[in-house]
Nanobody, 117 residues
């Protein structure tokens, strides 16, 4: 069994910072890529940032230069969010492509980020 456990969401004023963390736990043989997505009610889940096992990063245009994704170790992912804007308010989900019994996509439970103006 594999779990992605997120932490670090909360309420912050515009211009502030938050750091999200995601830990993958369970019977994991390998992780290909990990990333953060976000979703607001009534809209599709969208990619915020991702990183491959080789360290290649990808960011949504709306967060580039403000957010930084990093892998703290093989199974732990972080997202440093600076200069937060009200439009960053969403539920943030950790995603990982993991080899357990076979390759599959896994999702965390989501963590709320609210940015007040």
């Amino acid at each position: 069994q594999v779990q992605l456990v997120e932490s670090g969401g909360g309420l912050v004023q515009a211009g502030g910072s938050l750091r999200l963390s995601c830990a993958a736990a369970g019977s994991i043989f390998s992780i290909n890529s990990m990333g953060w997505y976000r979703q607001v009610p009534g809209k599709q889940r969208e990619l915020v940032a991702s990183v491959t096992s080789a360290g290649t990063t990808n960011y949504a245009g709306s967060v580039e230069g403000r957010f930084a994704i990093s892998k703290d170790n093989a199974n732990t992912l972080s997202l440093q969010m600076n200069s937060l804007k009200p439009e960053d308010t969403a539920v943030y989900y950790c995603n990982a492509r993991i080899l357990h019994r076979n390759w599959a996509n896994y999702w965390g439970q989501g963590t709320q980020v609210t940015v007040s103006s």
